[in-house]
Nanobody
Framework: QVQLVESGGGLVQAGGSLRLSCAASGFTVSRSAMGWFRQAPGKEREFVAGINWTGRTTNYGDSVKGRFTISRDNAKNTVNLQMNSLKPEDTAVYYC????????????????????WGQGTQVTVSS
């Protein structure tokens, strides 16, 4: 059974850092494209960061470029999101997602292209 469980969210002051982790089970992250999305209250879910199935290509939303870094730990079967220089506008529920296709060389940024989702973890950045 495929499962994604996010952790690492919490309350942090502006300028601080958090590291989110997504633990995968039922499949192997080293053979899957993975993405992080977020949804703030009253807003649509948006793409934050992604890594393609080979692990050699990453992509980021414009609002987080230079501040966030996605990585995967194949030994632990996890995908991580290091978030630095956090801003109040980064406040949202963060979701991990998996795309099981292995034919797409680029990073998928569209919500509908992902096959499986976690339940999300809350990140709150105070000013």
């Amino acid at each position: 059974q495929v499962q994604l469980v996010e952790s690492g969210g919490g309350l942090v002051q502006a300028g601080g850092s958090l590291r989110l982790s997504c633990a995968a089970s039922g499949f192997t992250v080293s053979r899957s494209a993975m993405g992080w999305f977020r949804q703030a209250p009253g807003k649509e879910r948006e793409f934050v960061a992604g890594i393609n199935w080979t692990g050699r290509t990453t992509n980021y939303g414009d609002s987080v470029k230079g501040r966030f870094t996605i990585s995967r730990d194949n030994a632990k079967n996890t995908v991580n999101l290091q978030m630095n220089s956090l801003k109040p506008e980064d406040t949202a529920v963060y979701y991990c997602a998996a795309d099981f296709r292995t034919t797409i060389p680029w990073v998928v940024t569209t919500i509908s292209e992902y096959d499986s989702w976690g339940q999300g973890t809350q990140v709150t950045v105070s000013s």
